[in-house]
C-alpha cells in the first residue's frame, strides 16, 4: 500500500545529542514536508522540499537540518542547537506544488523527548 | 500576516451537531481544508473547499466559506463518539507550496 513511513515512533534524547527522524514515501509525490506539533499551538512548518537536492526553510527552521538526496526520503536532523526539541514532529507529502487540491499525505510521526 | 484561529474546544452530545470554526487571514487562498487528528497519529484529510464555492455537503459534514468575514466552518450532523479527535483548519497561500494550519480544535463528544 502507498504511504508515508515515519521512525521511529518514539524517540528519547540527551540534551546535546543531534537525532533524525526518518520520513518515507512511496506515493511518487514531489513535495514533502516537515511540521512540528505542540499543544495549543497547531503545527508549524519547519523545512519542505518541492524536487529532489532543494528543500526552503520554514517558518521554525533553526536548529534543524533535512536532506533531499533521493525523491522517497526527506529526513529530518534535530540539532543541539534546538532549544527546545521535545514535540510531535509530522512529516507529509503532496503531489506537487501549484497541482491539484494541494493535499497534503501524513505520516504517523514522530514523538520526540529530551531528557 | 498569515495566521489562522480557531477555539481550542468543543465538547457536544452524541447525536447532536457539531461546529468548528475557523478565522483565516489570506483571502487569495485557493483552497481550504479541514484535517482531523486522531490521538498520537498523522492528520487525515476530511474535506476541503475552493475558494470560489461557499457550501460543499459531503454526507454528514457540511462546510461553509464566508470569503467576505474569512470565515471557515465545519459542521458534523449526528456527531458520533468516534469523531472525537482534533481538527485542523488550514488554507493554501496562492503561488506557493505551503498550507497554513489553524491551532486545531479538540473535539469532545459524551455519551
Known amino acids: 500500500d502507498g504511504g508515508i513511513t515515519q521512525s521511529p515512533k518514539y524517540l528519547f534524547r540527551k540534551e546535546g545529542q543531534n537525532v533524525t527522524l526518518s520520513c518515507e514515501q512511496n506515493?511518487?509525490?514531489?513535495?514533502m514536508y516537515w511540521y512540528r506539533q505542540d499543544p495549543g499551538q497547531g503545527l508549524r512548518l519547519i523545512y519542505y522540499?518541492?524536487?529532489?537536492?532543494?528543500?526552503q526553510k520554514g517558518d521554525i527552521a533553526e536548529g534543524y537540518s533535512v536532506s533531499r538526496e533521493k525523491k522517497e526520503s526527506f529526513p529530518l536532523t534535530v540539532t543541539s542547537a534546538q532549544k527546545n526539541p521535545t514535540a510531535f514532529y509530522l512529516c507529509?507529502?503532496?503531489?506537487?506544488?501549484?497541482?491539484?487540491?494541494?493535499?497534503?499525505?501524513f505520516g504517523e510521526g514522530s514523538r520526540l523527548t529530551v531528557l | 500576516g498569515e495566521d489562522v484561529e480557531q477555539s481550542l474546544f468543543l465538547s457536544v452530545r452524541e447525536g447532536d451537531s457539531s461546529v468548528i470554526n475557523c478565522t483565516y487571514t489570506d483571502s487569495s487562498s485557493t483552497y481550504l481544508y479541514w484535517y482531523k487528528q486522531e490521538p498520537g497519529a498523522g492528520l487525515q484529510l476530511l474535506t476541503y473547499?475552493?475558494?470560489?464555492?461557499d457550501m460543499k455537503q459531503d454526507q454528514r459534514l457540511t462546510v461553509l466559506l464566508n470569503k467576505k468575514d474569512k470565515h471557515l466552518s465545519l459542521r458534523i450532523a449526528d456527531t458520533q463518539t468516534g469523531d472525537s479527535a482534533i481538527y485542523f483548519c488550514a488554507e493554501s497561500m496562492r503561488n506557493t507550496d505551503k498550507l497554513i494550519f489553524g491551532t486545531g480544535t479538540r473535539l469532545q463528544v459524551f455519551p
Open positions: 507529509a507529502s503532496s503531489l506537487n506544488a501549484g497541482v491539484g487540491t494541494g493535499e497534503l499525505f
Open positions: 473547499i475552493f475558494s470560489n464555492m
Open positions: 506515493l511518487n509525490h514531489d513535495a
Open positions: 522540499s518541492q524536487i529532489v537536492n532543494d528543500f
